[in-house]
């Protein structure tokens, strides 16, 4: 009875972390989830067409039952927002439906019936177009995910590349991926020696520096990037520096480029791989360098042999959460990088807010999600590894 209490106790603990995970976490991520690869446009607005087109063989002409089923749904549509999206829906899988639907609602308005639908265009006699309705009345599909990565299924239904310049996502995710890169590779050479220097002092010295890191921490990023739009214009205060001190004769162009979205990331996340470097730091022995050096090692050789494979967890830890945070980025390069600097999450905003395109805003996630598991796998893996040796 103890136990069972205990247990009923334990359970009520953790119930409302439970719920909050579930409301406000897992719930959304479904969502958006299903979102990518929902697409029940076509099958809610004609019900008859997709029963009709289900036991067609995609290869033969359209039967009568089809064209029956079409013209009755169309003529059963009211709402004009639903019948955009059918058009939309069609026009993306077939180009062309959106002028021959127009042609065609409206003779179906003024009386035209099943038989007179090639009359009305001679499209409608070409299976083509019947096998982009057929594809479409599908609730599920994978169109979103391949687009996402620049695929699509060709006549035959083999996954293939789209036409060059048809779609930029993976050009966009690599670039992003790159940035991502270089952003937590300059992040670890500043901030290895700068948690290396924190480490190595102490009393209000080791707090200053300290709050030199956290400090920026509890500023707003858009504060911060406006900052950095400031300093880095022809006439902020790095040209102007450069310029007074004669290193260059020219302000140099570091805003609405890439060095400037690198700069300004690298200033908003060097926080996040000091502190988890300094964690690791503050537990190793002091005496193990001094004891190195006693024992002849040079301070090179001590660093790359005994402190830094010490460290390793740490670096690993950091570049982890740089990364992944600077995969997400959108502030930032929409404020400082110029057009060919745009990262996957302005993408992903347009798709959401500019173009209400929701499925390919979840499938854009769902790589940036797949992309964040595999990451934490490898650092699961190197920590593994780390803690063994």
Known sequence: MNAFRQSIGSLALVLPLTLFLGVFFMWPLLTVLEQAVSDPVVSQNLPRTTAAVSTWNRISPPSDDMRTALVDDLKSIDDDQNLGEVVRRLNSAQPGFRTLMRKTVAAVKDGAGAATLGEVDPRWNDAAFWRAIAEATNPYTDRNLLAAVDLQHDTSGAIVAMPVGESANQAILLRTFGVAAVVTLATCLIGLPYAMLVAATSGWRRQLLLAAVLLPLWTSLLVRTAAWYILLQDKGLINSSLLSLGLVSD??????????????????????????????????????????????????????????????RGIASGGLLVFMAALGYYITPALIGGPKDQMISSVIAFYATGSANWGMAGALGIVLLAATIVLYGVYGRLTTKTAGA
């Open 251 to 312: 302000p140099l162009p570091l805003l609405f480029n890439r060095t400037g979205v690198v700069i300004a990331m690298t200033h908003v996340l060097l926080p996040f791989m000091v502190l988890p470097i300094y964690s690791v730091l503050i537990a190793i022995p002091r005496n193990l360098m001094p004891a190195a050096a006693s024992l002849g090692a040079r301070p090179i050789r001590a660093f790359l042999h005994i402190l830094l494979p010490l460290t390793l």
